[in-house]
């Protein structure tokens, strides 16, 4: 396995005409302090394990495009702070696996997903909580939502092992299409159908994030 | 400008509208009034084409053309712009985003963004919004007075040439209904656009002036007149017709 500790602010991982290429196939991150992560993804394969040391946070900004099969496992001990936010714009085949162990106390998570699937693609998402006994004061959260266009199909699983009676975990699941109303509503302000559609789509990936950069980066690249 | 002849419409499976006739001119301010469940925001989803609608028999003629067969962006690209009772929100779109796409797929050219900015500035100041609003997802978190502000500045952007006020007083307090039908009147002197204002009590009649007033009932009009109408109805209500 190949091991980054990072311990600077911000931190951009991308494939595209990033900071750091990712050449591996395998890789550990491991958390100090307060950390921001960027990465833009493309037909990637990805075995990613990320290690939060005690007193350490995360927010982790991750973009996928076109086909991908990424493995995701992130460990918190105890005092860290996760908030893992992945879009996905896929059009063939994808697997996004994220799995987070909760593994001592007084942690807090958030797993967002936003997928939008397109032409014959299937998509599988799976998001495991995994909340270990005798922990105390963890607050793990889950929300992922898919957007099917065409004929494509996404799969959506969402796992709570909770084993701690000492947790407040909650989980939002939806997969859906575009909403014909917005499509009307943005169609009456003269916009194509197939650029009203465009822009949902990309709202849609993109309103999870709160850093613009991030939003226009990922926007830049669907055009 | 708009001429609608023996429309007949329904939403699923069910007649709304029953043989309507309504022609309205060139730079004219009608109402259309009627009791709640009449059809009335019913036009509305049928003159902006929504697919949930529609039109059995009849003609709608806009400028000339026949809008029976358009799509809802090709209505748009006539010049005809709804003002929602209650707009939506769309997460993830920003008012500028929506607005510059339109612009664009509306003209065909690239929109120089100094002078689309400046204007969008000029627009919030005149309708006392913060020009962050520019850059705010469109209607997210925005209370029902700033939804409709929200709405009139794209009108302003957009420049249409006939507006459908669908309800415009619900959601408005006294002041945010003045400073929106402040807006309305001055893009009325600037521009002289048809407006059909569509309500079911005359408050938002004080500020914005009809030339026509309709009564609509079982999906048809059933009296018209001037602005005396709208003061019959205030006094004896719909039961009266």
Redesign the interface.
Known sequence: MNNIVIDREEFCLEDFDGEVKINVKKLILIIKGHVVIKEWIKNNELDLMINMEENSSLEYNRFGLENSDNKIIINQNSNSRVIFKESLLVDNDSKLKIKNNILGNNNISEIIVRAVSKEDSRLVVDAILDVLENTFGNEVKEDLRGLEQENSKITIIPDMLVASSEVMANHNVTIGSIS???L??????????D?AKK??E??????IYEDIEMQEKIKEIIK | MLQIKNLTASVERKKIINGLDLEINDSEIHVLMGPNGVGKSTICKILLKDENYTISSGVIIFNGTKINDLNTTEVARLGIYLVNQNPIGIEGVTNAEMLRTALSDITGERVGIFEFNKKLENICKELDIPKEFIHREINVGMSGGERKKNELMHLWMLEPKFIILDELDSGLDVDALKVVSESINKYYEKFKPSILIITHHNKILEYIKPHKVHVLKDGKIIKSGDITLAKEIENSGFTAF
């Open positions: 014909k109303e917005d009307f509503y943005l169609c009456s302000k003269g916009l194509t159908f650029n822009l949902l990309v709202g849609f990936l993109t309103s």
